[in-house]
């Protein structure tokens, strides 16, 4: 992910080549049971910004001439750029890793219409930290897919936190919009008891570029 500034921002400029080993970063990363060091590539490297924006904050303190600010701007950019490569390596790596991976859930919620099968890691958005879960969902009576059509799902940390959401069972990309998605629902057919809501399955997203998910441990399915 590139970050662009301006120089007028440039106090607030940041980057720390942290030390440590076994990464491209040279640092250790922390490994969940079943998302591997996926998670734990966005935190280290939010500390790492956090560490350097404090050297930089610190180095443009002073007062400098517009050279000498022009010279540390250029410095730290070229380090956040290096960075950000690195890091960047680092979750392609750890998502090579636990592709494919079965991840547990826990059904709390006795749907009436579908039934959850199987979870699986599928594919990952490096720049952004989303990790995509292929859930694979079987109707449990004839259904006509439909827009409002949902199951609730809670992705839960041993330490207690949690974010939940909703997903269509009938679709694979839950990213779309009103018009189009009602377009693709006209265009179904009715799912059969027993048969699968889609084909493709359906993603549910595990953001680890915006939340701490190095301590993961299911997803859950609840009442709405």
């Not at 730290?76 to 979750?91: G, H, R, Y």
């Not at 992705?155 to 693709?184: C, E, H, M, R, W």
Request: aromatic share 12%; net charge negative.
């Amino acid at each position: 992910m590139t970050k662009r500034l301006k120089l007028a921002s440039v106090i607030f400029a940041v980057v720390i080549l942290a030390s440590c080993s076994k990464s491209s970063n040279n640092i250790e990363y922390e490994k969940n049971d079943y998302l591997g060091a996926f998670p734990s590539v966005y935190i280290e490297k939010s500390k790492a910004l956090q560490e350097l924006k404090e050297v930089y904050i610190e180095k443009m303190s002073s007062d400098l001439d517009e050279k000498k600010a022009l010279k540390i701007y250029s410095e730290w950019e070229q380090k956040e750029k290096e960075m950000n490569e690195n890091f960047l390596k680092d979750a392609t790596t750890a998502f090579e890793e636990i592709f494919n991976n079965e991840i547990p859930f826990e059904i709390q919620y006795n749907h009436p219409d579908f039934l959850v099968k199987v979870a699986r890691v599928s594919e990952a958005l490096p720049e952004t930290g989303a990790l995509h879960v292929n859930l694979i969902i079987e109707a449990k009576k004839d259904v006509k897919p439909n827009y409002y059509a949902n199951l609730t799902y809670v992705i839960a940390n041993l330490d207690g936190t949690a974010t939940k959401g909703q997903i269509n069972p009938f679709v694979k990309t839950q990213i779309f919009s009103p018009t189009s998605f009602y377009q693709k629902f006209d265009s179904l057919n009715t799912i059969k008891a027993g048969e699968i809501c889609c084909a493709e399955g359906s993603d549910l997203m595990i953001y680890c570029g915006s939340y701490d998910f190095t301590q993961f441990f299911k997803i859950l399915f609840v009442e709405r």
